[in-house]
């Protein structure tokens, strides 16, 4: 399998000196097309670091030596780990403005997401296959979870990926609240 690479890259900024990067934030664009998902990207100036397409093809957006804008005001293992308050203001934005980038890898799966379109089968292996990937680059990965995982109550994707299958088959461990 190969990857395809976007240039430019899209919006991203340098890791902190001393960042160990072991979690893996999934997601879904809510459209059924490339183009689309990443002009709304270049838009907003947000970013993953991979955007795999219907036909399973991975495209690589940012290198994941840099942080990707995929998560936004987010919790996860790290926020865990040092004992940050979980609390969330009225717009689920948590309120110590916490972000799960700084330490994760961002792919974004292009589908719908609705219940009746999910995920092509192609999309799905080359996920596993990213991910197996990843793993040799990116030693200390751990942790797989998810936008909504992350963000609860602030996003919903990707609603209808079986996460559970998807990190046995890569090996990873899921990360929920
Ligand atoms: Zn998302």
Redesign the pocket.
């Known amino acids: 399998m190969s990857v395809e690479c976007i240039q430019p890259w899209l919006a991203h900024r340098p890791r902190r000196g001393a960042t160990v990067v072991d979690t893996l934030v999934l997601?879904a664009s809510g459209n059924d097309d490339l183009q689309q998902t990443v002009e709304q990207l270049k838009e907003k100036g947000l970013s993953y670091h991979y955007i795999i397409d219907p036909m399973g093809l991975p495209h690589k957006c940012v290198p994941y030596s840099a942080v990707a804008f995929?998560a936004g005001n987010s919790y996860g293992p790290h926020e865990a780990t040092r004992g940050t308050s979980r609390q969330q203001d009225a717009h689920h934005n948590f309120v110590e403005m916490t972000s799960v980038n700084e330490y994760s890898i961002g792919i974004c799966l292009v589908s719908p997401d609705t219940g009746t379109v999910t995920y092509t089968q192609e999309q799905i292996d080359a996920c596993v296959w990213l991910i197996k990937e990843l793993k040799t680059s990116v030693p200390a990965l751990k942790y797989i979870t998810t936008?909504y995982l992350v963000s609860p109550g602030r996003?919903s994707?990707p609603t209808h990926l079986d996460i559970v299958r998807l990190a046995k088959k890569a090996g990873l461990e899921i990360w929920m609240p």
Request: hydrophobic residues 20%; negative net charge; charged residues 20%.
């Open positions: 997601h995929h936008h996003v994707d």
